[in-house]
């Protein structure tokens, strides 16, 4: 059976850090480009990041390119997204999700985020 | 504001076919077999329905169906159902590691 579960989701204060992770099973993780996508409160999909099977390759959307990182561990079938600089607008449900035929074909269930002082 | 552009909201009665539209510039829409759709119901991960255009993964019905010309694509849905009713999103890969989401359409099956 196919699983993502993601987790690291909390309250934090606007400029402050979280680190999001997201464990996979039932698929060849390193077979796979991954991704986070995330939906904020009352708004639509938002294409967060992305990398490559090998971490070779690396893609940010331009609402957090400088403030969060993507990185991957297959060994561990973990995927991480270390966010920075945090912003209230940052508040959001973060999805870890597969792609494969250049679509998101299987999405965890989500973190939530949430940026309040 | 989205690069791609799907109307707030559209409405149809059980039985009817629904069409949303997903319009973008050649920059944010890239090619054809590049443009993916997905059921988001609230508080659910969302399903993909559509890949690579009008591919429908196994296990989608077959009321669901996609199409491209030019700039816009499109996804309809026959035959509506109560449980059809939900959030749909069209997706691109334009290519160099970036994607784009629509801003969403709202279905309301009446």
């Known amino acids: 059976e196919v699983q993502v579960v993601e987790s690291g989701g909390g309250l934090v204060q606007p400029g402050g850090s979280l680190r999001l992770s997201c464990t996979v099973s039932?698929?060849?993780?390193?077979?796979?480009?991954m991704h986070w996508v995330r939906q904020a409160p009352g708004k639509g999909l938002e294409w967060v990041a992305s990398?490559?099977?090998?971490?070779?390759?690396?893609g940010y959307g331009d609402s957090v390119k400088g403030r969060v990182t993507v990185s991957r561990d297959n060994a561990k079938n973990s995927l991480f997204l270390d966010m920075n600089s945090l912003r209230v607008e940052d508040t959001a449900f973060y999805y870890c999700?597969?792609?494969?035929?250049?679509?998101?074909?299987?999405w965890g269930q989500g973190t939530m985020v949430t940026v309040s002082s | 504001q989205s690069a791609l552009t799907q109307p707030a909201s559209v409405s149809g009665s059980p039985g009817q076919s629904i069409t949303i539209s997903c319009t973008g510039a050649?920059?944010?829409?890239?090619?054809?077999?590049?443009v993916s759709w997905y059921q988001h119901h609230p508080g659910m991960a969302p399903k993909l329905l559509i890949y690579?255009?009008?591919e429908r993964p196994s296990g989608v019905s077959s009321r669901f169906s996609a199409s491209t010309s030019g700039n816009t694509a499109s996804l309809t849905i026959s035959g509506l159902q109560a449980d059809d009713e939900s959030d749909y999103y069209c997706?691109?890969?334009?290519?160099?590691?970036?994607?784009?989401f629509g801003g969403g359409t709202r279905l309301t099956v009446l």
């Open positions: 999700v597969r792609t494969r035929y250049r679509a998101f074909d299987i």
């Open positions: 039932g698929f060849i993780f390193n077979d796979y480009a």
């Open positions: 990398i490559s099977w090998n971490s070779g390759v690396l």
């Open positions: 050649s920059s944010a829409f890239g090619t054809y077999d590049r």
């Open positions: 690579e255009g009008t």
């Open positions: 997706c691109s890969y334009p290519g160099d590691s970036v994607w784009f």
